[in-house]
């Protein structure tokens, strides 16, 4: 029996932890942009969290999922804010076509290019369902450091 995956991928940008200052003042004015499958075209961004480095956007997404699709991807790029354009502060890629059906996942991953330097963690939850309407997923789980997975 293989395992059910829903039609609509669910996540939940939580935050993340240690970005790079990018402004003269020693912090960043932080925001997150998710990229599907590698494409260009920009699905979602969260709010921009003014002056730190720990941001915590708690930013709920979904989208639908191309029919028996397992090998979706989302990559999550974390810029600086500025006034005449943005910096970028880190990457990461995420499997995201194997959520199964109503179980959320807690995920940390590192933000990338891996150059030595710490980039910073993002913290996310990742589920799937059925419906269009993006669940809390809140509600699931813990957002201890301990039930994250590296």
């Known amino acids: 029996m293989s395992e059910r995956h829903g039609a609509y991928i669910y996540i939940l940008v939580i935050k993340a932890e240690n970005l790079l200052a990018a402004d003269s003042n020693g912090f960043s004015d932080c925001f997150c942009d998710v990229y599907m499958d590698a494409n260009t075209r ?3 961004s969260t709010k921009v969290i003014n002056k730190t480095l720990n941001p ?3 930013h709920r997404i979904s989208f639908h999922r191309p029919r028996h699709d397992a090998t979706s991807t989302a990559t999550f790029t974390v ?5 005449l354009g943005r ?3 880190g990457s990461a890629t995420v499997e995201v076509g194997k959520a199964p059906f109503g179980v959320v996942q807690d995920v940390c991953v590192e933000l990338g290019p891996m150059d030595g330097k710490s980039r910073g963690k993002l913290y996310l939850k990742i589920s799937s369902g059925d419906s269009r309407e993006t669940p809390d997923l809140n509600v699931y789980g813990s957002l201890s450091k301990s039930s994250f997975q590296s």
């Open 79 to 83: 810029f600086d804010a500025d006034w």
């Open 56 to 58: 915590n956007w708690n």
């Open 87 to 89: 910096d970028f502060l």
């Open 42 to 44: 920009r699905v979602k």
